[in-house]
């Protein structure tokens, strides 16, 4: 059966923290408070308010998981394909990720929260099929001046290899993104590189099949870009609930 590609939002999901004050020292009541505030009103790459520290999970495992801070759930049941950005208080932390209802730990991650800037960590399949971490922040790619660069990582581990062109500035021609184009399980410099091009729009396709270019034109997926000098874009290609794939500009 063909699958049905198309964007669809985050949508948000309420979640419930209870609080026993008693024997609660001010530092443990603060940070509890911030983590139900984190739950109640941030999912989605859109809730980041740059002036409170937290931390994006993306979940590109194939289903459900816990998302947890030092211990406490600040993310219940957090569905295939959707993100979350959950606040943390200033400094150190340790993101802990388990498969939703599990009361053991599957991964475990170091975050550091600071004002302004929003870590992105990716909640993924390992290869023994067990949950697993990779961190998705761009520490490294510089975009030079009059330049522009995009990268797309393929996070849909419940689509299998994806067909996925693009045009871009300079080149108007559609060209496969990287062939084969499967899941990224560990994306890296190497694996999922930017791409640069001049100052423009890019455009591009997905779909699953056919394979080849010959799926460009009526490719159920179409993203176009618009960049100024200096700027980059990342596609996170996911899993979209009822099938397909979704995708979110980071």
Known sequence: MTRVFSRMDSASRPASVYLRLRGVGLRRLSWLILAAGAVACSNGPTGFNGDRPAVRVVNAFPGPVDVLIDGAIVAASLSAG???SVYAPYGAHTLMIRPAGSATTSASQTIVTASGALSTIAVVR??????ATAVLDDTGSVVP???TKVRVLHLAPNAGELQVYRTQPDYQMPVSWQFPFTYQAQPNSLSAPF???TVGSWE???WQTPVGASGWATA????IIPL????????????K???GVRYELL
Request: net charge neutral.
């Open 195 to 197: 791409y640069q091009s």
């Open 220 to 223: 159920p997926v179409q993203i």
């Open 204 to 206: 591009i396709h997905i």
């Open 228 to 239: 100024a000098g200096g700027e980059k874009k990342t596609v996170l290609i996911l899993d």
């Open 241 to 243: 609930a009822g099938g």
């Open 126 to 131: 390992s290869s023994s099929g067990s949950v």
């Open 145 to 147: 001046a009059g330049a």
């Open 82 to 84: 959707a993100i979350s």
